[in-house]
């Protein structure tokens, strides 16, 4: 659907949160647009992290689903994780192809305080020197895929932007937006406090016989230059022009906001996918995991006379019997 201006044939979106994904004809060039301010909270919720972490885990969940709608992987999915030195020491998002997102962060409390107390609280400031690491899960038994860079930059999505430009050579724009903010409470009651989310990417990409009819062209050749494309340089200019604000607007329409940046650029937007916070943990998950180990091992986890396990992305707790577990090997799924 040609983007316009006008009301008239508006976006069918899902209720909640979703991905809607654009194509750029004239820069030849394809994006993606995503608002999350209910799965991100959702996610945030399960945990009790000071407001520094949760940003950030925020902005690591958000800057996943980007990535990993642009895959075109029906069983898979996409892991962003970080590991650094700085007082958030790890933090993982994984995004799976139905949409179902979870993360979770470790950090240093007293150092987080320390920064709440004066020192910079900024995504470099929490991370410190480390890396982050993106691994793409094909599905359907495949060997996964693991890209690695230095985390350098103000933010995240700075970070992501290095690793495509340095190992996939794919001229990239990448905007990522995570902040809390109220809604006006109903009857008279106090506001609202919950946590927004919004991000913007655009990629550069060529097919044979020029762009694709398609949100992902089949055949594309990434290693197309940056420098020297005037209608390239173009649409990542306009797309750097968007705004926080905007991103986390939840009454900015996405065909509006994408009109307002590309209304000169025949963008077209196409069929829009929805995310939602699912962990995939069970009972019967960790009890399979349980019974891989041996059982001196499993001995060595006993508690008053119990296993208590604590599934990391969604702070769910499950006790087992120590009889009930242990001496038989996982089946192979």
């Known amino acids: ?52 972490v949760s940003a950030l885990l925020g902005e690591a969940l958000t800057l996943a689903a980007l990535l990993g709608t642009a895959l075109k992987i029906e069983d898979g999915g996409m892991i962003l994780q970080t590991s650094s030195d700085g007082p958030v020491s790890t933090l993982v998002a994984q995004y799976k192809s139905s949409g179902d ?8 409390q007293e150092a987080i305080d320390a920064l709440q107390n004066g020192a910079a609280r900024d995504s470099a400031g929490l991370l410190g020197d ?6 793409i899960d094909p599905g359907a038994g495949l060997e996964r895929y693991q890209g690695v860079v230095a985390l350098e930059g103000e933010t995240l999505a700075e ?58 062209s089949e055949q594309l050749d990434w290693s197309a230059p940056d420098d020297g494309d005037e209608d390239w340089v173009r649409a990542r200019t306009l797309a750097s022009t968007v705004e926080d604000h905007e991103l986390l607007d939840p009454d900015l329409p996405p065909e509006r906001l994408l009109y307002r ?15 939602q916070a699912v962990c995939s943990c069970s009972r019967a998950r960790i009890e399979d995991i349980l019974n891989s180990f041996e059982k001196t091992e ?7 006379g119990r296993i208590l396990v604590k599934c990391e992305f969604c702070n769910r707790h499950y006790d087992f019997d120590p009889a009930e577990v242990g001496g038989e090997k996982p089946t192979e799924l």
């Not at 979870?102 to 950090?107: K, M, V």
């Not at 109903?186 to 949100?215: F, I």
């Not at 940046?261 to 995310?275: M, N």
């Open 261 to 275: 940046l590309f209304h000169e650029e025949q963008v077209r937007a196409f069929p829009p996918s929805q995310v």
């Open 298 to 304: 499993l001995d060595g986890m006993v508690e008053q």
């Open 101 to 108: 997102m979870r993360g979770y962060a470790s950090f240093d």
């Open 159 to 216: 970070a992501a932007d290095l690793y495509f430009r340095q190992s996939e050579q794919i001229p990239t724009f990448l905007r990522v937006a995570v902040a809390r903010a109220y809604t006006a409470g109903e009857n008279g009651n106090a506001p609202v406090w919950g946590w927004r989310a919004g991000g913007l990417l655009v990629q550069k990409l060529t097919g044979e016989g020029g762009v694709s009819d398609r949100a992902d």
């Open 130 to 135: 480390g890396h982050l690491a993106m691994t």
């Open 1 to 52: 659907m040609t983007v316009a201006d006008n009301g008239a044939g508006a976006l069918t979106l899902p209720a909640d949160d979703y991905v809607l994904p654009f194509q750029i004809e004239t820069a030849g060039a394809r994006g993606r647009l995503i608002r999350a301010d209910k799965t991100i909270e959702a996610i945030l919720e399960q945990h009790n992290y000071p407001e520094p």
